[in-house]
Antibody, heavy 115, light 112 residues
Framework: QVQLKETGPGLVQPTQTLSITCTVSGFSLTSYYMQWVRQTPGKGLEWMGF???????EYNSEFKSRLSISRDTSKNQVFLKMNSLKTEDTGVYYC?????????WGQGVMVTVSS | DVVMTQTPLSLPISLGDQASFSCRSS???????????LAWYLQKSGLSPQILIY???NRFSGVPDRFSGSGSGTDFTLKISRVEPEDLGVYYCLQHTHLPYTFGAGTKLELK
């Protein structure tokens, strides 16, 4: 059974770094691309980037300078790190498995950027 | 970036009626490999998006056959033949022919 679950801080201060972990089960990270998508009040659903099954990454240029996606295949985990957070980064962050297109999504983690 | 424009913003409907959603892209979604990467998702209240249709017209596993997709190039349509209560929510189109992948703003299907 395919499952994905995001865990993250909930509240982050402006200018700080966001770190979210996506823990997966039921499939191997070496067989699928894993993607990050966020949903914000201002911009709706936005594709952020992905990590390929081989481990290389691709980012939306909207986030490129401050976004990093990585993984630990031994722990079945994918990581999102984004720095220099702003209030407009407030939203729900999802990890999703890519099977051309996204087939399984995590439940999402709500992140509020506020002092 | 490819802009995905969905209309209408809101679609009030009665159960059992047909529903039709439009999605237009700012450039052709035909990939050089001959495929057109346009998908449809439904997001029910408080939940993650769930896939309905991929590559214009292919229903994902378990999706009822009352859902159908059509279109080509820059103009795409999702239809529900007879709306049921579990179909209510926001419908999004997604293009993944061009990077960055982009979503439409969504059409909310709600009861009249």
């Amino acid at each position: 059974q395919v499952q994905l679950k995001e865990t993250g801080p909930g509240l982050v201060q402006p200018t700080q770094t966001l770190s979210i972990t996506c823990t997966v089960s039921g499939f191997s990270l070496t067989s699928y691309y894993m993607q990050w998508v966020r949903q914000t009040p201002g911009k709706g659903l936005e594709w952020m980037g992905f990590i390929r099954s081989g481990g290389s990454t691709e980012y939306n240029s909207e986030f490129k300078s401050r976004l990093s996606i990585s993984r630990d295949t031994s722990k079945n985990q994918v990581f999102l790190k984004m720095n220099s957070l702003k209030t407009e980064d407030t939203g729900v962050y999802y990890c999703a498995r890519w099977n051309n297109p996204f087939d399984y999504w995590g439940q999402g983690v709500m992140v509020t950027v506020s002092s | 970036d490819v802009v995905m424009t969905q209309t209408p913003l809101s679609l009030p409907i009665s159960l059992g009626d047909q529903a039709s959603f439009s999605c237009r892209s700012s450039q052709s979604l035909l990939h050089s490999n001959g495929n057109t990467y346009l998908a449809w998702y439904l997001q029910k209240s408080g939940l993650s998006p769930q896939i309905l249709i991929y590559r214009i017209s292919n229903r994902f596993s378990g999706v009822p056959d009352r859902f159908s997709g059509s279109g080509s190039g820059t103009d795409f349509t999702l239809k529900i033949s007879r709306v049921e209560p579990e179909d209510l929510g926001v419908y999004y189109c997604l293009q993944h022919t061009h990077l960055p992948y982009t979503f439409g703003a969504g059409t909310k299907l709600e009861l009249k």
